[in-house]
């Protein structure tokens, strides 16, 4: 008996000591540099730990909007891995700056509408009942030049709002200060991608928008041609795009493609 639990002791030793060594040889390798959209975010964050250990070495993640990374991007901004709206991916592999192997589509999110939780969850559910709530909201908020923005304009556009509305919009510099300014009571409703609604402590899906103005927005990832770390970078996209990682998908309101 004494026997078995000295070998047991020593085996939780040995794993304790592997997970260890393991997670040390991830610090110490070189950084995969991970341009990403606003829309994946809360995917990155949930998975990153998994996705380090895979692959074998840290991520260096910088999110922003798809439009400000593009920019970065054209601008000479170095990386390994581009996770953007599928439009700006195959724009900049037309442009040579995304490698022709590797890339990988891995989802979408519709456009909804966020609260503060708790809230009176206004009605949304059809063209009219949306266009009043927008009428008798105090304020709103989406982000500038978001991935959203083009489909919440033709909407308003198409309820014939848009004029009457504008005073009472927030345009915001990220999604973080979008959601974030209705968590905190600043504005009354956000509408932006509900990949970046889920995630966010104190604010609350309302729902998707009607199905006449609802568009989805897709994601791919690619790899930079001048890759520093260009097998890892492969190896990263390989595991987001793993059915593995579906779940997580799911969860922070993406559909697989």
């Known amino acids: 008996m004494r026997t078995r639990l000295i070998t047991a002791r020593v085996a939780a030793i040995v794993l304790v000591l592997i997970f260890e060594f393991a997670q040390e040889s991830v610090a110490q390798a070189p950084p995969v540099r991970v341009l990403a959209s606003n829309g994946v975010k809360a995917v990155l964050d949930e998975l990153r730990g998994q996705a380090e ?11 922003n909007t798809s439009a400000s990374t593009k920019q970065k991007i054209q601008s000479g901004e170095a990386f390994d891995v581009a996770i953007l709206t599928t439009e ?19 989802g979408r999110s519709g456009i909804g509408i966020g609260i503060r939780k708790g809230a ?18 105090k304020s709103m ?15 308003l556009a198409g309820l014939g709002i848009a004029n009457d509305v504008k005073p009472k919009i927030i345009l915001a510099q990220g999604a973080d200060q979008a959601t974030a300014s209705v968590a905190e009571g600043k504005a009354q ?10 995630p966010v402590r104190g604010l609350e899906l309302v729902g998707p928008l009607p199905a006449k103005f609802q568009n989805y927005v897709s994601f791919a990832a690619g790899v930079s041609a001048n890759a520093k770390n260009a ?25 697989r493609r």
């Open 120 to 137: 009176p969850k206004p009605d949304i559910s059809t063209p009219e009942a949306i266009k009043g709530t927008l009428l008798n909201a």
């Open 88 to 106: 700006v991916i195959e724009d900049l592999s037309k442009e040579g700056k995304i490698a022709g192997g590797g890339r990988a589509d891995l």
């Open 231 to 255: 097998d890892a970078a492969k190896a990263l996209i390989q595991f987001l795009a793993d059915a593995s990682a579906t779940p997580t998908f799911k969860a922070k309101g993406m559909e």
């Open 141 to 155: 908020t989406w982000v500038r030049d978001g991935a959203s923005r083009a489909h919440i304009d033709k909407m």
């Open 189 to 198: 409703m956000v509408i932006t991608l509900i990949s970046e609604i889920l």
């Open 53 to 63: 250990r895979t692959i074998g070495r840290p991520l260096a993640m910088e999110i």
